[in-house]
């Protein structure tokens, strides 16, 4: 396993012996791997495999949109001492708690949605 994702996976209190129900797939940008997702209900995980943007709005939309759909929204959890939360809310993540280790965040509506892809999420009845 990749140290980079096994150290990540680490910091967010999982352990590496324990992944039953975490699925890890690459996110690819322009054909190579730049980032791992890693799911397991609501709850995901990025981390960049590469320098500056990784993700693509595109893949943000494929990973998250599932998640949402199934579940009504997309959780995260991030260690206490990571203080820069840009990316957070910049998806559209919400603060909703903490605990002794890690600060919680939810996300309930798909980002960076286009016009086109809104009309056709949007239904007739209420």
């Not at 992944?19 to 940008?29: E, M, N, V």
Request: net charge neutral.
């Amino acid at each position: 396993m990749d140290a980079r994702l096994v150290a990540y996976l680490e910091s967010v209190g999982a352990d590496v012996q324990c992944l039953d129900g975490w699925q890890i797939r690459p996110a690819q940008r322009a054909g190579k791997d730049v980032a791992f997702v890693i799911t397991r209900g609501p709850e995901i995980h990025m981390l960049s495999l590469v320098e500056g943007n990784a993700i693509s709005r595109r893949n943000l939309r494929e990973y998250l949109r599932p998640i949402i759909e199934k579940f009504g929204y997309a959780t995260t959890r991030v260690p206490l001492a990571e203080v820069n939360h840009r990316l957070r809310h910049a998806l559209g993540f919400t603060y909703t708690w903490s605990d002794d280790h890690f600060s919680y965040w939810a996300l309930t509506q798909v980002p960076y949605v286009r016009e086109s892809e809104m009309k056709k999420e949007e239904s007739p009845c209420l």
